[in-house]
């Protein structure tokens, strides 16, 4: 018998990927989104017509609907990918509703997934953030999100909640919102726009290819041990600036004419300089690994966005053509 997941926030980036990646593993798939900004119904429209794939327009925080879903489809997981993209916004964390479900279905488990940025500005360039580490988050975004994990582990501790946390680094790939760097971009290259980049764009990132982050929480999902959390990490660091150097020389490759310029810009306030993680764990104590280098990932994701413009048309066209101070 396929195995049953909800995943929470599937319209979104990682967890339309997500989706795309349990359905190939015959997984049968309850996508639950409230369909905010950042949801996009064009990262579904290969699953729709997929026996296996069922959709709820739903508010996480409607706890009647989401415990009725749940009683209906008995799943036996769930991935909790339902925050908001904002760093202003926050995730509310389960609570009664998963209590009462974890009566009816005894070995249900779920995922919750959280940031790097929990740790804060790892200053250290020798130094990568281990789960034992103390939070430091300096901004709203990874305050809401800390106090999501501090609240998941005070319910696994209190009420015996099957819950595991992965904590991951800065994902690109197919789907993305365009308010990020890569497929703001990308976008810009294509449409003769100047790239903005933050301050002298030395800011450092640990980056994923999504479909790797993916299998990651799918590994969590299957061997992960409950009140645990895991960190996701490629150990690849890259600069801002470095990242866009790399998609420009992309496009010349495929002698595409470029007319983008880059074009620094004020940073934003309380930019933390440098996340880092130590995935150490999740390799040896889960066997994951990851396996797109950076160059064959931005390909990648190139050529997706090459092939799916119309992906645009159903975002506004200054969230792919400015950079705003409160967006990653």
């Known amino acids: 018998m396929n195995k049953k997941v909800v995943v929470t926030g599937g319209l979104g980036f990682i967890g339309s990927n997500l989706i795309e990646l349990l359905l190939e593993k015959k997984f049968k798939v309850i996508n639950i989104d409230k369909a905010t900004y950042s949801a996009n119904f064009y990262n579904i429209k290969e699953f729709k017509k997929n026996k296996n794939y069922f959709f709820y327009k739903v508010d996480i925080n409607n706890k009647k609907r989401i415990l009725n879903i749940l009683k209906k489809h008995k799943p036996d997981g769930l991935f909790n990918?339902?925050?908001?993209?904002?760093?202003?916004?926050?995730?509310?964390?389960?609570?009664?509703?998963?209590?009462?479900?974890?009566?009816?279905?005894?070995?249900?488990?779920?995922?919750?997934?959280?940031?790097?940025?929990?740790?804060?500005?790892?200053?250290?360039?020798?130094?990568?953030?281990?789960?034992?580490?103390?939070?430091?988050?300096?901004?709203?975004?990874?305050?809401?999100?800390?106090?999501?994990?501090?609240?998941?582990?005070?319910?696994?501790?209190?009420?015996?909640?099957?819950?595991?946390?992965?904590?991951?680094?800065?994902?690109?790939?197919?789907?993305?919102?365009?308010?990020?760097?890569?497929?703001k971009v990308i976008f810009n290259i294509q449409n003769n726009l100047n790239i903005p980049v933050y301050a002298?764009?030395?800011?450092?990132?640990?980056?994923?290819?999504?479909?790797?982050?993916?299998?990651?929480?799918?590994?969590?999902?299957?061997?992960?041990?409950?009140?645990?959390?895991?960190?996701?990490?490629?150990?690849?660091?890259?600069?801002?600036?470095?990242?866009?150097?790399?998609?420009?020389?992309?496009?010349?490759?495929?002698?595409?004419?470029?007319?983008?310029?880059?074009?620094?810009?004020?940073d934003r306030p309380g930019h933390d300089f440098r996340y880092a993680l130590n995935s150490t764990k999740i390799r040896k104590k889960l066997g994951w690994k990851n396996n797109i280098s950076i160059q064959k990932g931005l390909s990648n994701t190139i050529n997706w966005y090459l092939n799916n413009k119309n992906y645009y048309k159903n975002n506004n066209r200054e969230n792919f053509t400015k950079r705003f101070g409160i967006l990653k």
Request: aromatic fraction near 8%.
């Open 81 to 183: 990918l339902a925050a908001e993209t904002h760093v202003d916004r926050s995730i509310d964390a389960p609570d009664e509703t998963i209590k009462k479900y974890k009566i009816i279905k005894k070995k249900f488990r779920m995922v919750h997934i959280s940031t790097d940025e929990v740790y804060g500005d790892i200053l250290n360039p020798n130094k990568r953030s281990k789960e034992n580490d103390s939070y430091k988050p300096s901004s709203p975004y990874s305050a809401s999100k800390a106090s999501a994990d501090h609240l998941i582990m005070s319910y696994v501790r209190t009420f015996k909640l099957p819950i595991l946390i992965s904590n991951c680094c800065n994902n690109y790939g197919p789907r993305q919102h365009p308010e990020k760097l890569i497929p």
């Open 200 to 266: 002298k764009g030395l800011n450092s990132r640990e980056w994923i290819y999504v479909k790797d982050h993916c299998m990651a929480l799918l590994t969590i999902f299957k061997k992960g041990i409950i009140g645990e959390s895991y960190n996701v990490g490629s150990g690849k660091n890259l600069k801002n600036l470095e990242i866009v150097k790399t998609l420009l020389n992309l496009f010349k490759k495929e002698n595409k004419i470029i007319k983008s310029k880059i074009q620094f810009v004020k």
